[in-house]
Nanobody
Framework: QLQLVESGGGLVQPGGSLRLSCAASGFSLDYYAVGWFRQAPGKEREGVSCISSSDDNTYYADSVKGRFTISRDNAKNTVYMQMNSLKPEDTAVYYC????????????????WGKGTLVTVSS
């Protein structure tokens, strides 16, 4: 059974760091683009980052560029997102999603989703 499980969320102070993990089971991530999305209360789900299926291309939303880094460990069948210099506006539920294609689509175009992990940035 195909499954994506996010972990690594939590409460962090502004300026702090977290590393989110997206572990896949039941299939290999090797030929999938993987994206991180987030949804804050009262807001639409938005794309945060994406790594292409061949790991040669990445995307970052302007709001996180220079602070977040997406990476993949194929041996562990896991995608990570390192989040540094966190801001209160980064508070959201973070989801990973896959697309059996070279690159990610928007939230409506991804194939499978995890259940999310909550990130709260607050002092």
């Amino acid at each position: 059974q195909l499954q994506l499980v996010e972990s690594g969320g939590g409460l962090v102070q502004p300026g702090g760091s977290l590393r989110l993990s997206c572990a896949a089971s039941g299939f290999s991530l090797d030929y999938y683009a993987v994206g991180w999305f987030r949804q804050a209360p009262g807001k639409e789900r938005e794309g945060v980052s994406c790594i292409s299926s061949s790991d040669d291309n990445t995307y970052y939303a302007d709001s996180v560029k220079g602070r977040f880094t997406i990476s993949r460990d194929n041996a562990k069948n896991t995608v990570y997102m390192q989040m540094n210099s966190l801001k209160p506006e980064d508070t959201a539920v973070y989801y990973c999603a896959t697309k059996h294609d070279y690159y990610c689509a928007g939230p409506g175009g991804m194939d499978d989703w995890g259940k999310g992990t909550l990130v709260t940035v607050s002092s």
